[in-house]
């Protein structure tokens, strides 16, 4: 079975960013509503710098004043050493203030990019959740998301402070010893360099590890997804080797990765040392006349290379530097590698920001209407009569559904359907059948604009649909879809998902209509029940009895029922039949059915072959044609 990971994969984990200051800039624009926190941390930063740096500054001193022995100086002593304990102190604070400052920065960057996002995919047409599978969606939320955070509260405040410290240490430096600076910006760049090629080494890796947990992500989501299934066929076992290949492959890049990974902290830690060595070396060697050696002074090579001579107590605190440059430096080039990888996620959430809007070029609106003085007029009053309000111009809502020629193509390459022309009267019930991916789900697609069509017209009361708004559209379309959805919630919250304002009364009439009363009732808490993600606590009859009651519930002038009854038994589908009588009284109804008992009393029944009607004509018509229709009928033993 190929795992969903590979796609996946292509897409997703593992890339860098393309425009990553263009990004980066993007990002900092959502800071704006909180910029005081940001002047706050970036003072913190500083203070962080300085506090921390210049303590280590004051080992020089702490040292000179041990030269002289501690009892010449006893309150110099103890005035460093509370000087240096308050720097601490500041350190730890500022450090401390800026983590949490930063955390709720970024908290407010991504409550901001989250809602951007989940409000841009409800704008979003159809075809952009049809192209993409569930983990590719749901990783906009997840990796990508996670990889931003991550680059806000720690990666760039990582970032900064290293910077930050490391101004700090070169200009500290330069007051204690020119010849130790030249060593450190040695020991910088070799370091720099080091980094570089490790880094250029594990990313690679990193991508492939990035790769490989996708796919095991990918493989388990679709196993999880698909268990049922496995299950009946009992393919555990091949469901477990599959996994394994993914797991023993993510082990071994894994571990590639990480040994490279591992090799940085010893590395690091080894050039830091050969390079404390050296300042010893340099240090001892250009060490400066201790007192009492003052006629070397007056040696011609000390005194004319005075500027280059390094103090004992200058050495030690030097010392301390050179560890702090290689920790910095490593630092920032372990940061700048990651926030490349963080902002390759926030450039993918960008670009879903970005993507176009489904488009609804439609100017007609629907109102509700009462009639005066054999007029229309607009009213808020739930009349239960509707109208088009073109410019100023009212025209009553019948129903009136027209097919002129229309052809169809999902991808713009496999033509699904063809010459459909078709017409429904206001009332009229009009039937498609046919078999499996001959186009029927497809006609309710173009009528309520999940896609649009290529060529051909389809007017809705003489309205072309293409100006109709399309919330306009839809919400006169009361529709059971083929895929019955519930939400998480209670029964009575799904019916009333029909309906937002309907009163518990009118769900509860809705489900009469659809005969789910009887077993809603019988459920535990009744109408209170707690469904579970998709009803799963519930049969599939039992889902689609909802679905019924949550279209009627929203009293649609025009329903869409797509296989709304396939699960139902034929004896409970007797018994919603006078009720869905009742629903389909005085609206146009399309009912798209296998299951021909259903469509039997149409008023015309179309039959769809390959995209095209091959046939069309009421019951007793179509089976005196002795057709496909008739061929269908007489193959189904329920007919006969
Ligand atoms: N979102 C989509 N993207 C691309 N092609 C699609 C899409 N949905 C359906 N198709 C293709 O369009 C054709 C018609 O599909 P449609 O769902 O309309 O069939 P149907 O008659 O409703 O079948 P069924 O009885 O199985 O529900 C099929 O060949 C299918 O592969
Ligand atoms: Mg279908």
Same mark, same amino acid.
């Given at each position: 079975?190929?795992?969903?990971?590979?796609?996946?994969? @292509?897409?997703?984990?593992?890339?860098?960013?393309?425009?990553?200051?263009?990004?980066?800039?993007?990002?900092?624009?959502?800071?704006?509503?909180?910029?005081?926190?940001?002047?706050?941390?970036?003072?913190?930063?500083?203070?962080?710098?300085?506090?921390?740096?210049?303590?280590?500054?004051?080992?020089?001193?702490?040292?000179?004043?041990?030269?002289?022995?501690?009892?010449?100086?006893?309150?110099?002593?103890?005035?460093?050493?509370?000087?240096?304990?308050?720097?601490?102190?500041?350190?730890?604070?500022?450090?401390?203030?800026?983590?949490?400052?930063?955390?709720?920065?970024?908290?407010?960057?991504?409550?901001?990019?989250?809602?951007?996002?989940?409000?841009?995919?409800?704008?979003?047409?159809?075809?952009?959740?049809?192209?993409?599978?569930?983990?590719?969606?749901?990783?906009?939320?997840?990796?990508?998301?996670?990889?931003?955070?991550?680059?806000?509260?720690?990666?760039?405040?990582?970032?900064?402070?290293?910077?930050?410290?490391?101004?700090?240490?070169?200009?500290?430096?330069?007051?204690?010893?020119?010849?130790?600076?030249?060593?450190?910006?040695?020991?910088?760049?070799?370091?720099?360099?080091?980094?570089?090629?490790?880094?250029?080494?594990?990313?690679?890796?990193?991508?492939?590890?990035?790769?490989?947990?996708?796919?095991?992500?990918?493989?388990?989501?679709?196993?999880?997804?698909?268990?049922?299934?496995?299950?009946?066929?009992?393919?555990?076992?091949?469901?477990?080797?599959?996994?394994?290949?993914?797991?023993?492959?993510?082990?071994?890049?894994?571990?590639?990765?990480?040994?490279?990974?591992?090799?940085?902290?010893?590395?690091?830690?080894?050039?830091?040392?050969?390079?404390?060595?050296?300042?010893?070396? *340099?240090?001892?060697?250009?060490?400066?006349?201790?007192?009492?050696?003052?006629?070397?002074?007056?040696?011609? &090579?000390?005194? @004319?290379?005075?500027?280059?001579? *390094? !103090?004992?107590?200058?050495?030690?605190?030097?010392?301390?530097?050179?560890?702090?440059?290689?920790?910095?430096?490593?630092?920032?080039?372990?940061?700048?590698?990651?926030?490349?990888?963080?902002?390759?996620?926030?450039?993918?959430?960008?670009?879903?920001?970005?993507?176009?809007?489904?488009?609804?070029?439609?100017?007609?609106?629907?109102?509700?209407?009462?009639?005066?003085?054999?007029?229309?007029?607009?009213?808020?009053?739930?009349?239960?009569? &509707?109208? &088009?309000?073109?410019?100023?111009?009212?025209?009553?809502?019948?129903?009136?559904?027209?097919?002129?020629?229309?052809?169809?193509?999902?991808?713009?390459?496999?033509?699904?359907?063809?010459?459909?022309?078709?017409?429904?009267?206001?009332?009229?019930?009009?039937?498609?059948?046919?078999?499996?991916?001959?186009?029927?789900?497809?006609?309710?697609?173009?009528?309520?604009?999940?896609?649009? $069509?290529?060529?051909?017209?389809?007017?809705?009361?003489?309205?072309?649909?293409?100006?109709?708004?399309?919330?306009?559209?839809?919400? @006169?379309?009361?529709?059971?879809?083929?895929?019955?959805?519930?939400? @998480?919630?209670?029964?009575?919250?799904?019916?009333?998902?029909?309906?937002?304002?309907?009163?518990?009364?009118?769900? $509860? !009439?809705?489900?009469?209509?659809?005969?789910?009363?009887?077993?809603?009732?019988?459920?535990?808490?009744?109408?209170?029940?707690?469904? *579970?993600?998709?009803?799963?606590?519930?049969?599939?009859?039992?889902?689609?009895? $909802?679905?019924?009651?949550?279209?009627?519930?929203?009293?649609?002038?025009?329903?869409?029922?797509?296989?709304?009854?396939?699960?139902?038994?034929?004896?409970?589908?007797?018994?919603?039949?006078?009720?869905?009588?009742?629903?389909?009284?005085?609206?146009?109804?399309?009912?798209?059915?296998?299951?021909?008992?259903?469509?039997?009393?149409?008023?015309?029944?179309?039959?769809?072959?390959?995209?095209?009607?091959?046939?069309?004509?009421?019951?007793?018509?179509?089976?005196?044609?002795?057709?496909?229709?008739?061929?269908?009928?007489?193959?189904?033993?329920?007919?006969?």
């Amino acid at each position: 079975m190929p795992p969903r990971g590979s796609s996946f994969n @292509s897409k997703m984990g593992g890339k860098r960013a393309e425009k990553p200051l263009k990004t980066l800039l993007r990002l900092f624009r959502y800071f704006k509503n909180c910029t005081g926190i940001l002047i706050v941390s970036i003072i913190s930063i500083l203070a962080y710098s300085a506090a921390s740096n210049y303590a280590v500054l004051m080992t020089k001193q702490l040292v000179k004043v041990l030269e002289a022995g501690i009892g010449a100086d006893m309150a110099k002593y103890a005035a460093l050493l509370i000087g240096m304990s308050i720097l601490y102190a500041i350190a730890v604070v500022t450090n401390f203030l800026l983590n949490r400052l930063m955390l709720s920065c970024s908290a407010r960057v991504m409550c901001a990019l989250r809602k951007e996002m989940f409000e841009k995919m409800q704008s979003l047409p159809i075809s952009f959740f049809d192209g993409r599978t569930h983990g590719e969606l749901m990783s906009y939320y997840t990796n990508d998301t996670e990889a931003v955070n991550e680059l806000l509260h720690h990666s760039i405040t990582q970032m900064l402070i290293s910077i930050s410290s490391l101004v700090f240490v070169f200009g500290l430096m330069a007051s204690l010893s020119i010849p130790v600076v030249f060593i450190m910006i040695c020991m910088g760049v070799t370091v720099f360099y080091v980094m570089r090629g490790v880094t250029k080494k594990s990313r690679k890796n990193f991508k492939k590890q990035q790769y490989e947990l996708a796919a095991v992500n990918g493989y388990i989501e679709e196993m999880i997804e698909g268990q049922k299934v496995v299950k009946v066929f009992t393919h555990e076992d091949k469901a477990k080797a599959g996994f394994k290949v993914h797991n023993d492959e993510l082990c071994k890049v894994a571990t590639d990765a990480n040994t490279y990974a591992s090799i940085v902290g010893p590395l690091m830690n080894n050039i830091s040392h050969i390079f404390y060595a050296i300042t010893c070396t *340099v240090g001892v060697l250009l060490a400066a006349p201790v007192p009492g050696e003052e006629f070397l002074l007056e040696n011609t &090579w000390f005194a @004319s290379h005075q500027a280059f001579l *390094v !103090e004992g107590s200058a050495l030690i605190a030097s010392l301390q530097f050179v560890r702090q440059v290689s920790n910095r430096i490593s630092q920032i080039s372990q940061q700048f590698n990651s926030i490349l990888l963080a902002l390759a996620g926030a450039e993918r959430i960008f670009a879903l920001i970005d993507m176009p809007a489904e488009v609804d070029e439609g100017t007609v609106t629907l109102v509700r209407v009462e009639e005066k003085d054999g007029t229309l007029k607009e009213t808020d009053r739930r009349t239960g009569h &509707w109208a &088009w309000k073109r410019d100023n111009e009212l025209i009553p809502l019948r129903g009136e559904v027209k097919f002129a020629d229309v052809d169809f193509s999902y991808d713009g390459k496999k033509q699904v359907l063809t010459d459909v022309t078709l017409y429904a009267h206001p009332g009229q019930k009009i039937a498609f059948v046919g078999s499996t991916g001959a186009g029927k789900t497809t006609i309710t697609n173009l009528i309520n604009r999940f896609y649009d $069509i290529a060529d051909g017209t389809i007017t809705y009361d003489g309205i072309p649909v293409r100006e109709i708004k399309k919330n306009a559209l839809r919400s @006169s379309l009361g529709m059971v879809l083929q895929d019955t959805h519930l939400f @998480s919630g209670t029964v009575m919250e799904n019916i009333r998902y029909g309906r937002l304002d309907a009163t518990d009364e009118e769900c $509860i !009439e809705a489900a009469k209509i659809a005969n789910a009363d009887f077993f809603i009732t019988h459920l535990p808490e009744g109408y209170q029940t707690q469904l *579970v993600a998709d009803g799963a606590n519930l049969s599939q009859g039992q889902r689609q009895l $909802i679905a019924i009651a949550r279209a009627a519930v929203s009293d649609p002038p025009v329903l869409i029922l797509d296989e709304a009854t396939s699960s139902i038994d034929t004896r409970t589908e007797k018994h919603i039949e006078k009720g869905m009588d009742a629903l389909m009284k005085g609206r146009t109804v399309f009912v798209i059915a296998h299951r021909l008992s259903t469509v039997r009393n149409s008023d015309c029944i179309m039959v769809l072959e390959h995209g095209r009607i091959i046939e069309r004509g009421d019951h007793n018509a179509l089976l005196a044609q002795r057709g496909k229709y008739y061929e269908l009928c007489t193959g189904t033993s329920e007919l006969s």
